[in-house]
């Protein structure tokens, strides 16, 4: 096998340094910027705050603040088509995974032109995409490390993916002081979206030694942190280690890709509007189950990096107790243990989830085949 590794995006990290970001931009000899946002974020004042530290470097500065969550084709041709009005030669995406991949889109509409449905799959991108900065507001989708945006077409209730290296951020700023006004529930969906990208790219079938490290290390992180970050949302040290290991699980998952809690969990949002990681974090639990004999040496490493068990314990025992260790934080952060408790969530439309998820590009990393028939079973069970 031939392995591929990729990081694109410049790192910036410790608590203030959202105030480096002037600095970032001004790298790019750049004139204009145009910043994304929601309007929450928006309301926190951080993109206002951020304009004025860019207007006071002589640079013009404008808002696109509207962003709303499952972002589509169409949030991503306005966001475009404010750049172009303003000829904007940087962007900042200031959020979470929506404003970012809403940004990363608009990023590459400005340069490549055309419908952001062109380019769905592998490669497509033919041009550079708008020099983008990212100030993720969440520990979670590692969105502002990895090389894909994922994208909401309403027509027809779908998410779809762009992947291209061109669609990497060229600046992640991360800055654990933005993090602390999350609310706890927020903070224990995005988080567990981190863990199962992590779990999943360390199981995945074209897992390698660099992307092992970096999402082992992230697992750890996020089970010594995430509760902390949950239940003391002022804990800077727990919100920093979080937005740590999001982003080493998306430079990992860049790389190694994902497997079936979010080959369903992409379906469940685009019928359900379900978030993205509520979805993976009901369904992490019933997909490791199912994996486990596919993946007893991998749930066995994470349950030693995790010191769960004796030096003595068969390599199944100590991949059960992995994960017994995952289900367990799940419930302790309040992620609801069946489907049938998430708002939206209809039992009738699950053959149409299971239909849908067999679409998906992850299906062939996961450690374990998949048939649609499994799945639904799976989705049963999950209800
Ligand atoms: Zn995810």
Redesign the pocket.
């Known amino acids: 096998m031939i392995n591929e590794f990729q990081m694109p995006t410049k790192i910036v990290s410790g608590a203030g340094c959202v105030r480096e970001a002037v600095r970032e931009v001004k790298l790019f000899n750049s004139r204009k910027v145009l910043i994304i946002t929601d309007p929450g974020v928006n309301k926190t004042g951080l993109p206002a705050s951020v304009a004025d530290h860019l207007r006071a470097g002589e640079m013009e500065v404008g808002v696109f603040d509207e962003v709303e969550s499952d972002p589509g084709i169409g949030m991503a041709a306005n966001a475009g088509e404010a750049a172009k009005a303003m000829q904007a030669d940087v962007m900042v995406a200031i959020g979470g995974g929506s404003s970012i991949d809403t940004a990363k889109s608009a990023a590459l509409l400005v340069t490549n032109g055309g419908h952001l449905k062109d380019y769905a799959g592998v490669g497509k991108v033919g041009t550079p995409t708008l020099p983008l900065i990212a100030i993720p507001t969440t520990a979670?989708?590692g969105s502002e490390v990895t090389v894909f945006a994922v994208m909401s077409d309403p027509a027809n209730n779908e998410k779809f993916t762009i992947s291209s290296p061109f669609m990497a951020p060229r600046v992640a700023i991360l800055d654990p002081e933005v993090t602390v006004g999350l609310p706890p529930l927020i903070t224990a969906f995005t988080g567990m979206?981190a863990l199962?990208?992590a779990v999943e790219a360390y199981a995945s079938a074209i897992a390698q030694p660099a992307t092992n490290a970096l999402a082992i290390h992230a697992v750890k992180m996020i089970l010594d942190n995430l509760p902390v970050a949950v239940f003391r949302p002022d804990n800077i040290n727990a919100r920093e280690n979080m937005m740590q290991a999001a982003l080493l699980a998306g430079v990992a998952f860049s790389n190694a890709y994902?497997g079936l809690a979010?080959a369903i969990?992409s379906p469940l949002g685009g019928h359900f509007h379900v978030p993205?990681?509520l979805a993976?974090a009901v369904m992490l639990p019933y997909v490791m189950e199912f994996n486990l004999p596919a993946a007893v040496g991998r749930y066995a490493e994470i349950a030693k990096m995790l010191s769960l068990g004796g030096p003595n314990d068969h390599p199944r025992a100590l991949a059960d107790k992995a994960v017994l260790a995952i289900t367990a934080l799940a419930q302790d952060i309040g992620i609801p243990k069946q489907l049938r408790d998430v708002v939206g969530a209809k039992e009738d439309f699950l053959p149409l989830v299971a239909h849908d998820a067999m679409k998906s590009v992850q299906l062939k990393f996961n450690p374990r085949i998949a048939t649609e028939q499994e799945i639904l079973g799976m989705l049963h069970k999950a209800f």
């Open positions: 979670g989708t979206d199962t990208h994902l979010h969990a993205h990681g993976n």
